[in-house]
């Protein structure tokens, strides 16, 4: 028997992004409610991770404006969920000698 775990998230259960340098590990957390504008670069460099005001610091900006009013909770008639990826097969039982 295979069992397949499917790993999800819905917006109400985010509270705050994160951004984290790959070259020191520093991590900024923003809670969604102060989280405007995207961070572009860390104290440990002076080189920017990304342009101020270009197309990824506007996607970002505009996503992290989209996990706040979609992190607030509504009485909707759905409810949106995002699936993980996983990266190990989860909950493989095996009843069949295999
Ligand atoms: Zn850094």
């Not at 992004?17 to 809670?31: A, D, G, R, S, Y």
Request: charged share 20%.
């Amino acid at each position: 028997m295979t069992v397949e775990t499917k790993t999800t998230i819905q917006p109400s259960d985010i509270s705050a992004i994160e951004f984290e340098c790959l070259k020191c590990h520093t991590v900024t957390h923003w809670p969604l409610e102060v989280a405007k504008n995207p961070l572009t670069r860390c104290h440990c460099s002076e080189e920017n991770w990304m342009p101020y005001g270009g197309d990824t610091y506007v996607a970002l900006a505009n996503f992290m404006a989209l996990l706040n009013r979609f992190s607030k909770a509504k009485a909707e008639p759905y409810r949106v969920r995002l699936a993980l990826n996983s990266a190990l097969p989860l909950g493989h039982v095996s009843g069949d000698g295999d």
